[in-house]
């Protein structure tokens, strides 16, 4: 999958506190029969925002303030669950490129990179001020690997892996890293091989 | 230096090591794929003129979508037009590609995680993925198991590789004896309520201790399947003689069978080995346990009155599944009974479910469903006459495959009914928008059923 290079995002934040929100609350397992991946932000947290009937519900969701914003900060131990992709497509369709949380699931996590989506893992108090300010405008650099608050509320750093910021920073995925070791690979297989027959 | 079993494994199969600036490239000894995650990665494969690399160590099968009854003129209920097309579109791609793929007629089709090891393709000391959580349920072999997302099915499939950073590794000792009626999933839950639903995150855990070592086989998959509910990636245990008798004569068996068990053998966590993190828990403190909330580490022992909520998200739980912190658990009323999926539908759950639901019947108005998780399962339990205990009890007896606990095919609960539930995840509408899902054994669940209420196997009369 090619996605658009990530390198800094300032936006309004888009905040949903509650603590471990699962795929299954991102996106319900019934729409998972798709087979492409597109268009799946419509049903981005779907039993949040729809009545059974498919009117939409009162949630911030559905605001036209929340639709505009980039950048999701998310209660402790978001993403938790299934290893569905279409979690993460489904908030980039929407129109998320950041989420924040003091704690993220590691599929998830490794899931987002892969989809030009930024997962950031901050301490707690930094968490807590964005949990408290929903809606303020920060700015999210990942060349300096840092979080901007606004009106010169201060910075706050976060550690991400060297090859997955390599990664959305250029836009690059890994399939094109993992076909270029095709030698390692063929070596690796022709060990293994003899090691069986040993 | 003295190696965990995690670090024995690992070592194996890294292709290119890790640095600080790229994880290792690691290489994966069987990919397991079904309908659900792998279609796009197909697509990612045709788009870029790759091929699947090693359609030998591959194996599919039909599970997640599946319909678990069948119409009179045999044809199958599709939830909807576009499930059917997904389970097409897995046969077609795997019939493109040469992938071996158990379908509608292959005598072995089950849940991936049930399928694997029955066909002897999960063997120790191997590296498995699948576009699925739930494939640490692999790890009960020794292997290092975990799910994967599609953009990885897709390079697992054109490289035969994942990148990957080493996680942690973290011993969980349980020793001593088991009070009597506790099962291996009383154990796992009770280890996620302990360590937290994040506690394992980041880390690869070692089940160690007596209690796996004199566990059965199907009870140590139950207990490595729920690893992912504590955050792991994956849980194992190491490999011994209950493993080798588990896979002798199964399809993949390795033809050199002795040699290939004491290299098995060697697996095992040397003495000495340090890990991570160690958790120690004595198995005398674990009760029968069931969920009360909507995450698996909202777990309590079944005999307790339900925790008081701690903070505004357990209210909004305990508010949702319709419970009242300081009252019991036991007796709240069940409207619906799920025995199946691939954390509890071998044969030694259901034959602990039908000890149970022997000579009783289900209660008045409570639907029960009883999903064997293979078609090698539903012969066997039809061979000792399972299925009639528990239709002559008023359960029903359905084909194999996920069913009610992902709900994507179409077996679901109705919004607001509390559903017993042998599987693994008690996520907010994971059974159907609305459900209302608490975890328990088999036991639990079958007593559930004849009581009409939450309730202990050991107090039906
Ligand atoms: S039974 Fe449930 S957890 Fe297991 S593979 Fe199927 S959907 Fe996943």
Same mark, same amino acid.
Not at chain 1, 55 to 76: P, Q, Y
Not at chain 2, 344 to 352: G, K, P
């Given at each position: ?198 | ?7 024995? $494994? ?6 290119? %090591? ?93 849940? $991936? ?65 088991? $009070? ?75 033809? =050199? ?18 890990? =991570? ?74 034959? %602990? ?20 998780? #293979? ?12 299925? =009639? ?17 992902? %709900? ?29 899902? $608490? ?8 007593? #559930? ?13």
């Amino acid at each position: 999958m090619t996605f658009a290079p990530l390198k800094t995002v300032t936006s309004k934040t888009l905040v949903l506190p509650a603590a471990n929100i699962d795929t299954d609350q991102i996106i319900p397992a019934r729409f998972l029969t798709v087979t492409s991946r597109d268009g799946l932000g419509k049903h981005a947290f779907n039993d949040w925002r729809y009545h059974e009937d498919g009117r939409e519900t009162d949630h911030i969701l559905n605001s036209d303030a929340a639709k505009a914003c980039e950048i999701l900060v998310g209660g402790h131990n978001f993403g938790c669950g299934s290893s569905r992709e279409h979690a993460p497509w489904s908030l980039t369709d929407y129109g998320i490129r950041v989420v924040i949380s003091s704690e993220i699931a590691d599929i998830f996590l490794s899931n987002s990179m892969k989809n030009g989506l930024l997962p950031i893992i901050i301490e707690k108090n930094a968490h807590q001020w964005l949990l408290d300010h929903p809606g303020e405008e920060i700015t999210v650099d990942l060349k300096t690997c840092e979080v901007r608050l606004p009106k010169n509320g201060g910075t706050f750093g976060f550690n991400i892996d060297a090859f997955s910021r390599h990664c959305l920073m250029e836009g690059v995925d890994e399939m094109g890293y993992l076909t270029a070791q095709n030698d390692a690979i063929a070596t690796y297989e022709k060990k293994q091989k003899a090691r069986r027959e040993l | 230096m003295p190696q965990t079993l995690f670090d024995k $494994v690992w070592a194996r199969h890294v292709v290119v %090591a890790e640095t600080a600036a790229h994880p290792a490239t690691l290489y994966i000894d069987l990919h397991l794929i079904h309908e659900v995650t792998s279609p796009q990665a197909f697509t990612v494969l045709r788009e870029r003129g790759l091929s699947v690399r090693r359609p030998d160590l591959t194996l599919a099968t039909i599970d997640h979508s599946t319909p678990t009854l069948i119409n009179k003129d045999g044809s199958r209920p599709f939830v909807t037009e576009q499930a059917g097309k997904q389970v097409e579109t897995l046969l077609a791609n795997t019939e493109e590609y040469g992938i071996e793929t158990h379908g509608w007629e292959s005598e072995n089709r089950g849940i $991936v995680h049930v399928m694997g090891p029955e066909l002897g393709a999960t063997q120790p000391g191997m590296t498995i993925v699948c576009g699925d959580s739930h494939t640490s349920t692999h790890g009960a072999f020794g292997a290092i198991a975990f799910g994967i997302g599609t953009t990885q099915v897709g390079h697992v499939l054109a490289t035969q590789c994942i990148l990957m950073r080493k996680p942690k590794t973290m011993a969980i000792h349980v020793n001593g004896t088991l $009070v009597d009626g506790v099962t291996p999933k009383d154990v796992i839950l009770h280890i996620i309520a302990k360590i937290g639903v994040g506690g394992g995150t980041g880390y690869a855990l070692e089940y160690c201790g007596n209690i796996f070592e004199q566990m059965s086989m199907d009870g140590r998959m139950t207990v490595c399947n729920m690893s992912i509910e504590a955050g792991a990636r994956c849980g194992m245990i190491a490999p011994d003689q209950t493993t080798f008798d588990y896979l002798k004569d199964r399809k993949f068996t390795p033809e =050199d069978y002795d040699a290939a068990c004491v290299d098995w053998a060697s697996l095992a966590t040397d003495k000495g080995a340090a890990y =991570d993190k160690e958790v120690y828990i004595k198995a005398e403190d674990i009760m029968t346990m069931v969920t009360y909330g909507t995450h698996p580490g909202m777990a309590m022992p079944i005999a307790a009155n339900i925790p008081i909520a701690a903070d505004e998200a357990e209210e909004k739980a305990l508010i949702y599944m319709g419970m009242t912190g300081g009252a019991k658990i036991a007796g709240v009323k069940v409207d619906r009974v799920f025995i199946g999926s691939c954390t509890n539908s071998r044969m030694e759950d259901l034959r %602990a479910a039908a000890d149970i639901f022997r000579g009783r019947t289900v209660a008045a108005g409570l639907t029960t469903i009883v999903v064997p998780g #293979s078609e090698l399962v539903k012969r066997e339990a039809e061979a000792e006459g399972l299925h =009639d205990v528990f239709t002559a009890a008023g359960a029903q007896w359905r084909e194999p495959g996920c069913s009610m606990c992902i %709900a994507m095919n179409g077996d679901k609960a109705a919004p607001g009914e509390l559903v017993v539930s042998t599987s693994n995840r008690n996520f907010a509408g994971r059974q159907g928008p609305g459900a209302r899902t $608490v975890l328990a054994s088999p036991q639990t669940a079958a007593a #559930s059923a004849i009581a009409g209420v939450i309730m202990d196997a050991g107090s039906l009369v």
